[in-house]
């Protein structure tokens, strides 16, 4: 069933387990997610992302992640993730995405809390659920987990949350995204201090590369949602080069199920087993 964010995170942070935002840029991709979820009975939250855009275009993907969305049997979030532009965030909301990330925390801290404030009204008129950012997680491979003064603060948080309205918040406490170049090391007491001021789920971005002992040490203190997309690339090729033998239709499958491994991987790793 199409679910919003809060019909799955709330339940997440109640009881010390993270839903996995599971990013899909065609059918074989959300597939895998939505078989591995169902196959677990976990919540899911499928969508794409403005970056992965060139890779799959929105107004075709949408209407396919929905309708599987519709159809499953488990609580599914179609979420549309880092929405850099108002008009891309609109034409998802529109296209019936039942949840939005709008991202402004790469530019001026005004303009992000005017921007989300702005995308949060029209999002709430819909029945739409919103992520926002504050303090930024930036590049893996420009070292960017690494700078201190990108990571969220516990006052900023809260400033952040109260003026905007957010649904979900994702915080920067020593992640970046894609492939890390060197162990990243995690801000543990940040998430505390920022988990116990605040209500709303936080979100951990940049999960993939991080050990199982990170995401247990994350979501047990305190992380609802976790974004999880460079693992199920790589898990996708890697099955691509072993099987190159094969033809087209069973590589395919073959991918399709190596990413559906990565996916169950995950979903029990974040404990959202058994909670659909
Ligand atoms: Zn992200």
């Known amino acids: 069933m199409l679910v919003n964010l809060n019909a799955v995170l709330k339940d997440a942070q109640r009881n010390n387990y993270a839903v996995g935002l599971f990013n899909t840029t065609d059918t074989d991709m959300l597939e895998a997610v939505i078989s591995a979820a169902e196959e677990l009975r976990s919540p899911v939250i499928i969508g794409t992302a403005e970056v992965l855009l060139p890779y799959g275009e929105l107004a075709l993907i949408a209407p396919s992640v929905i309708e599987a969305a519709k ?138 590369g991080l050990s199982d002992d990170d995401f247990r040490n994350t979501v047990k203190n305190g992380i609802a949602k976790i974004n999880i997309f460079t693992d199920l690339c790589v898990a996708g090729r890697n099955a691509v080069l072993e099987n190159s033998e094969l033809d087209y239709l069973n590589l395919r499958n073959k991918k399709v199920e190596a990413i559906k491994e990565a996916v169950k991987k995950k979903i029990l790793l974040f404990g959202s087993n058994g909670r659909a």
């Open 71 to 208: 159809r499953a049997t488990v609580p599914v979030v179609v979420h549309y993730d880092h929405g850099l532009t108002f008009d891309r965030c609109i034409e998802a909301m529109k296209l019936g995405f039942s949840s939005i990330m709008f991202d402004g925390s790469a530019g001026d801290v005004e303009e992000n809390l005017k921007n989300t404030r702005e995308i949060v009204k029209i999002a709430h008129s819909m029945g739409i659920t919103v992520e926002g950012e504050i303090g930024h997680v930036g590049e893996a491979a420009s070292g960017d987990n690494e700078l201190g003064d990108m990571y969220t603060t516990k006052e900023e948080a809260i400033a952040f949350v109260e003026d905007t309205g957010v649904d979900a918040l994702a915080i920067a406490i020593g992640t970046a995204h894609g492939a890390y170049k060197s162990k990243p090391r995690l801000d543990i007491e940040r998430l505390k201090a920022i988990r116990e001021a605040l209500d709303t789920p936080l979100v951990l971005h940049g999960g993939s």
